[in-house]
């Protein structure tokens, strides 16, 4: 039996240490805003923080994560208000949405180490996210939105 | 009281002079010698041998020359990747202390050990490239070159004579060897390199012309 603390909450998983936690997540607790993308850490789509760093749950294995804190997009903020969460929502970023979770876990990394992202800056942390839908642009605009709005603290 | 004075002046001149002159000598004659890129301290080395060291150096070259040892250690602050040494993909970068940045930074997706099946991160738990305040490239380094580069210990990541020695047995230098499926290990096997890698460095660490 294995124990995790995710989003806050302890959790008691009887499953593989060598699972990926991406289906640990999934399948055996039931949190689905984390995605399978491409299932070798080349996609994004399943980014959750782990100790607040951006890993990919697909190739990380559960054991990796016990007794660290685990956040998913579920935790990210207690009334899915996280600065990015409301940019987000005003430019109305996602087509499909699949890759969302992912962009917004890694953006959030960024966001948390640097207050005031330039171009470069996001060209640099968010390049290993995919969107097959092209909302790059607004993905962008939402990082820098998300930025100002915690500048200023709303 | 005039000749008295330049007739003491004379041999002090003239003892200046010589001396100036025996320095200098001294001071050109060493730039002749094909010295080695360290100097014979205590014991640490055997046996001064240019020829076997150099010979040696050549090994050395070809396995820190391999994707598996360069594609850490590139020229730019972008690792390379795969056989062909290609860009990494997705482009992470170095960042200060050579462990990537943001939500890229190299133990986000490179585990403590391999993954199982192709196009996976290979896995260590140490996993970096140098940092940015020292980048040990080895990507278009001429033997000579890198030789220099390895031996000094304000490029080499401050290694002493010992430390260089015992740097073949490294976690990471090691994984050179078991990077997973699909990627080709150096041209030598690990037992052989750091054989080639100490007798360059104990018969004298020398640096090949070119």
């Known amino acids: 039996m294995i124990t995790l603390n995710i989003n806050k909450k302890n959790y008691n998983v009887d499953v593989d240490p060598e699972t990926p936690l991406l289906w640990v997540l999934r399948d055996t607790i039931n949190l ?3 995605k399978y993308g491409c299932g070798i850490a080349q996609c994004g789509a399943c980014v959750v923080h782990l100790n607040g760093e951006a890993v990919r749950s697909c190739v990380t294995k559960v054991s990796r994560a016990v007794g660290q804190k685990v956040v998913t997009i579920e935790g ?34 960024l966001l948390r180490e640097n207050k005031n992202p330039t171009e470069k800056d996001i060209d ?10 092209g909302t790059y642009l607004r993905i962008r605009k939402a990082i820098q939105l998300a930025a100002e709005i915690q500048r200023k603290g709303k | 009281m005039k000749q008295h004075t330049e007739r003491y002046l004379l ?4 003892i200046s002079v010589l001396a100036v002159i025996i320095s ?5 004659s060493f730039g002749f010698k094909n010295e080695p890129a360290i100097s014979n301290t205590k014991n640490e080395i055997i046996n001064k041998d240019s020829v076997e060291s150099v010979k040696a150096f050549m090994d050395v070259y070809k396995v820190l020359m391999s994707p598996r040892c360069m594609n850490c250690h590139p020229s730019g602050d972008v690792p390379l990747q795969g056989d ?4 990494h993909n997705m482009f992470p970068q170095r960042g200060k202390d050579g462990k990537g940045i943001y939500a890229m930074k190299c133990s986000n997706c490179h585990q403590p050990t391999n993954l199982e099946g192709l ?27 890198l030789a220099k580069q390895l031996i000094n210990p304000k490029t080499n990541g401050n290694k002493t004579l010992q430390q260089l020695i015992e740097h073949a047995d490294d976690g990471l230098v090691k994984a050179g060897w078991d990077m997973g499926e699909g990627r080709t290990v150096p041209p030598l096997s690990h037992e052989e390199f750091k054989k080639a890698w100490i007798t360059w460095i104990k018969s004298g660490a020398y640096a090949p012309k070119q």
């Open chain 1, 124 to 133: 640099s942390a968010m390049a290993g996210n995919l969107c097959r839908c």
């Open chain 2, 84 to 87: 062909d040494s290609h860009l």
């Open chain 1, 32 to 34: 689905v805003g984390t």
């Open chain 2, 119 to 145: 196009n996976k991160p290979p896995g260590n738990p140490n996993w970096h490239l140098p940092p940015a305040n020292m980048k040990m490239v080895f990507e278009g380094k001429t033997p000579g070159q």
């Open chain 2, 24 to 28: 200098m000598i001294v001071f050109m």
């Open chain 2, 11 to 14: 041999p002090v001149k003239t």
């Open chain 1, 76 to 109: 990210l903020s207690e009334k899915n208000d996280h600065p990015l969460q409301k940019a987000w929502i005003e430019l109305d970023v996602p087509q499909c949405g699949y890759c969302q979770a992912g962009q917004i876990m890694s953006a959030a990394v």
